[in-house]
């Protein structure tokens, strides 16, 4: 009920999942995704001297629908991508101090992001980078005592993969 402000840690998590690539042109790709992915943070809530540290996990089936566009070489095969993401979440859970709670309930089930990024393909292995900016407030339920006025998703990822087809 007093705490004087919240610090905001970055938190890693894990992402899988698998794609299918619906050919628009030569260069240009419909890429559909289904991702089981890990997010959170981690941080201290400062009230005077006394910090109390906390950190949460949210688990989501992400679904991104991302347009990708290929720049082929004879052995490498950059690319580029941009697209939307809409996420559904399946846990959630904080930690203060030693001890984890369900908090489910004050989070929206479903989070709305942009997505943009791009990688390399090398004989089918693909390494890729991206951001995700949440569009939608993560928090459903605030009360009078609440430090955040809006809590957003920003996730950069980092991915390793192999394309089958």
Avoid: C
């Avoid at 007093?2 to 610090?7: A, L, S, V, Y």
């Avoid at 890693?12 to 089981?36: I, M, N, R």
């Avoid at 052995?75 to 979440?89: E, I, Q, R, T, W």
């Avoid at 090398?122 to 809006?150: C, I, M, N, P, W």
């Amino acid at each position: 009920d007093t705490i004087d402000k919240i610090e905001n840690e970055t938190k890693h998590g894990f992402v899988a999942g698998g794609h299918v690539a619906f050919p628009l042109s030569p260069s240009f790709k419909l890429q559909v995704e289904g991702l089981y992915s890990v997010k959170g943070s981690s941080g201290n809530a400062v009230d005077g001297v006394d910090v109390q540290k906390w950190e949460n996990k949210l688990t989501y089936q992400e679904f991104p629908v991302l347009l990708k566009s290929e720049f082929p070489t004879p052995a490498l095969k950059p690319f580029l991508y941009v697209g939307g993401s809409v996420a559904f979440l399946l846990s959630a859970e904080e930690r203060i101090r030693s001890d984890w709670y369900d908090i489910k309930d004050s989070l929206n089930g479903t989070d709305y992001g942009l997505v943009i990024g791009g990688g390399l393909e090398l004989f089918g292995l693909t390494v890729e980078g991206r951001y995700t900016k949440g569009l939608s407030d993560a928090v459903d339920v605030r009360d009078s005592h609440s430090l955040v006025e809006q809590s957003q998703n920003k996730v950069y990822s980092v991915m390793v993969g192999m394309d089958f087809f």
